[in-house]
Nanobody, 117 residues
Framework: QWQLTESGGGLAQPGGSLKLSCVAS????????MAWYRQAPGKQREMVAA???????NYDDSVQGRFTISRGRTGNTVYLQMNNLKPEDTAVYYC???????????WGQGTQVTVSS
């Protein structure tokens, strides 16, 4: 399995920006997509953005137009540029990888994003 390490979270004011990073390492298995999820207190974990190795992206409606997912040159790094942050974006953010049509069930430690004035 891949080991996933997220970073880049922190405290931002409403309207501010943060950029998250995730590095996948350690496995010989090939994945064909990466995604960002988030989990707010008392809520289920939800996907916010995903990107395939071919560069196809999709976003949850709640972040469309504000967040941008991208991949690094090596292919095992994924970023999430978050602009115009809102208090409802406050959550722990996690990345995830997909093998074939199956999203792997291993998670990193996540990175906390807090949006507050």
């Amino acid at each position: 399995q891949w080991q996933l390490t997220e970073s880049g979270g922190g405290l931002a004011q409403p309207g501010g920006s943060l950029k998250l990073s995730c590095v996948a390492s350690g496995s010989r298995l090939s994945f064909n997509a990466m995604a960002w999820y988030r989990q707010a207190p008392g809520k289920q974990r939800e996907m916010v953005a995903a990107i395939t190795l071919g560069g196809h992206t999709n976003y949850d409606d709640s972040v469309q137009g504000r967040f941008t997912i991208s991949r690094g040159r090596t292919g095992n790094t994924v970023y999430l540029q978050m602009n115009n942050l809102k208090p409802e974006d406050t959550a722990v953010y996690y990345c995830r990888v997909r093998y074939g049509s199956v999203w792997a069930d291993n998670w990193g430690q996540g990175t906390q994003v807090t949006v507050s004035s």
